[in-house]
């Protein structure tokens, strides 16, 4: 089996990549992929879990193009994704031609997250419901040999950095757990590539730019951003305020320019006036950052008449917001995301 893209990764991949590194060139690496992926598969059927995001779409086309309708795709919907984000993406990964089932499963995340405030604890009962949702519809699935995941060739390395020896693949990256409880060989068709790279093999596989232009965006979603307690209220006001935003940012131009931005609401309520009466109401940040591979990232200046602007729109179309604050910190020491 060729171990560019299936089992356990081994030290000598960091090895070749680092060689190959200057002579990508995606035309090859779709052909090459494809060719190793059918050869490797044959009739076995695999699942995948779609997150919306750029590296499992890809991993997706790929494996689509190699084995057709043996690969099973499963989206879920944890009730934590952008405003009508699930919907949306769900269509058009049917546009692609992908087979893949959409789960709707806010209710169970939601109802697990109650009283919940801690941001460590957040994230256990996301990526648990996360898993046990995705194996209950895996299951359903009959005969599957494997699972294959988006990782990208940073989180190979990062496994193998020398002063971190075999450390495991970051947990966030992958369903962890999924291939034990599930006996499941796994496949990782971009496991050898940087994410322009992963961007670039999309782009020749004929994926919309708006599908790989997609900011980053946490496995945990707006529970990460909706610090303290997590409610469907405080999620719905969330998701108000955060779509105004990136419309604003994508109208502007300046969605493109940047690596990640998104709201955060936070966990205090300030006094505000409306209409000459007093309010006692959320505040939310808005975060916009650049960066290279997100271990360290700046603030962006955005124009002071655009923020004044988002801020108003914000403050008088979001109910239960107003005011609204730019993060300014830049990573180290703060995080991208606050939780
Ligand atoms: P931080 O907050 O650590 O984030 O500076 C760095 C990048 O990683 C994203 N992020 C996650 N991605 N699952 C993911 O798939 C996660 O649990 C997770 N936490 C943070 C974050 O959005 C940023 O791009």
Redesign the pocket.
């Known amino acids: 089996m060729d171990n560019r893209y299936f089992g356990t990764p081994t030290a000598e991949l960091v090895e070749q990549k680092e060689r190959e590194r200057s002579a990508f060139n995606p035309v090859d690496y779709v052909a090459e992929t494809i060719a190793a992926l059918k050869a490797g598969l044959g009739d076995d059927k695999v699942v995948l879990g779609l997150?919306g995001?750029v590296d499992s779409s890809v991993s997706a086309v790929l494996l689509h193009r190699a084995i057709g309708s043996n690969l099973h795709c499963i989206f879920v919907d944890t009730g934590l994704m952008r405003k009508g984000e699930h919907a949306e993406v769900l269509s058009s990964y049917r546009g692609m031609g992908l087979n893949v089932i959409g789960i709707s499963a806010g209710e169970k995340f939601l109802g697990d997250l109650r009283g919940v405030d801690d941001p460590e604890q957040k994230?256990k009962i996301?990526?648990r419901d996360f898993i046990e949702v995705f194996d209950a519809e895996a299951q359903k699935l009959q005969g599957i040999k494997w699972l294959a995941q988006g990782t990208i060739y940073p989180d190979i390395a990062e496994s193998f950095a020398p002063d971190r020896p075999g450390v495991a693949v970051?947990s966030?990256?992958n369903v962890g757990g999924l291939p034990e409880k599930m006996n499941l060989s796994i496949v990782e068709p971009l496991r050898m590539l940087f994410k322009d790279e992963v961007r670039r093999v999309g782009k020749e596989l004929g994926m919309s730019p708006e599908m790989l232009g997609r900011?980053?965006?946490?496995?945990?979603g707006l529970g990460?951003r909706c610090l303290g307690e997590v409610t469907a209220e405080r999620i719905a006001i969330l998701q108000e305020a955060d779509k105004i935003f990136i419309d604003a940012l994508r109208a502007e131009g300046l969605y493109d320019k940047v690596?990640?931005a998104?709201v955060m609401l936070l966990p205090v309520r300030s006094v505000g006036v409306d209409n000459g009466a007093r309010t006692y109401e959320n505040a939310v940040a808005l975060r916009v950052v650049n960066?290279v591979d997100?271990?360290t990232?700046t603030p962006v200046q955005l124009p002071w008449e655009f923020l004044a602007r988002v801020s108003t729109e914000i403050i008088t179309r979001v109910k239960g917001v107003n005011r609204v604050t730019y993060d300014i910190s830049a990573?180290p020491p703060?995080?991208?995301?606050?939780?």
Do not use: D, L, N, V
Request: aromatic share 10%; hydrophobic share 35%; net charge positive.
């Open positions: 997150s995001g994230r996301i990526g970051k966030h990256h900011h980053p965006f946490p496995g945990p990460i690596w990640q998104g960066s997100a271990m990232a990573k703060a995080t991208i995301e606050w939780e």
